[in-house]
């Protein structure tokens, strides 16, 4: 039997394998890296369903954690703070919410995959950064055992065919 980290990288390879084959679309429009997300996140909870973490929830821009101690605020106060003012209307994604977790709603032990997504024209710079930082300091303080930050590759897909993209290369674990 795999163990439970080859499992969890797997549910995210696997789930982006199928958005790339599904979802092409997507990545040939460009369109807003939330609608990339809630996809992908639908990919991602078809493979938990299937493993051993069936009884898991798989949400979106999560904001609860299940506990709000003073300093984990602070945390994330700082935190939104390096991403600056955030606007109704942001298409891109800035905030400090995850944009998938894996966990069993209201058990803060069970608290099992984080994962940041970004599309690569985007990439770089203090936007990624913030990211693995947010990364970072939900496993530290929220204790989610596995993290990974994924790439949709818009711009890698431009004259290239689907099967030239290594999936593996696009979900890189924090």
């Known amino acids: 039997m795999p163990d439970e980290h080859a499992i969890i990288k797997n549910i995210v390879i696997k789930a982006m394998e199928k958005f790339i084959t599904k979802d092409m679309d997507l990545l040939h429009l460009d369109a807003n890296e939330r609608s990339m997300t809630h996809k992908f996140a639908q990919y991602v909870e078809e493979s938990v369903k299937e493993s051993s973490y069936s009884e898991y929830s798989v949400d979106c821009e999560y904001n609860r954690t299940g506990c709000n101690p003073d300093n984990w605020q602070k945390k994330l106060e700082n935190l939104n703070s390096e991403l600056g003012n955030i606007s109704a209307n942001d298409d891109e994604a800035s905030t400090v919410f995850p944009d998938i977790i894996v966990h069993i709603r209201k058990d803060k032990n069970s608290n099992l995959l984080i994962i940041e997504a970004k599309k690569d024209a985007t990439r ?33 897909l431009r004259g290239k065919c689907i099967s030239d993209i290594n999936c593996e290369e696009l979900v890189v674990e924090i």
């Open 124 to 156: 770089g710079g203090n936007r990624e950064n913030i990211d693995r930082k947010k990364l970072k300091l939900y496993k530290e303080e929220l204790s989610y055992r596995y993290a990974f930050f994924i790439t949709f590759p818009v711009a890698l």
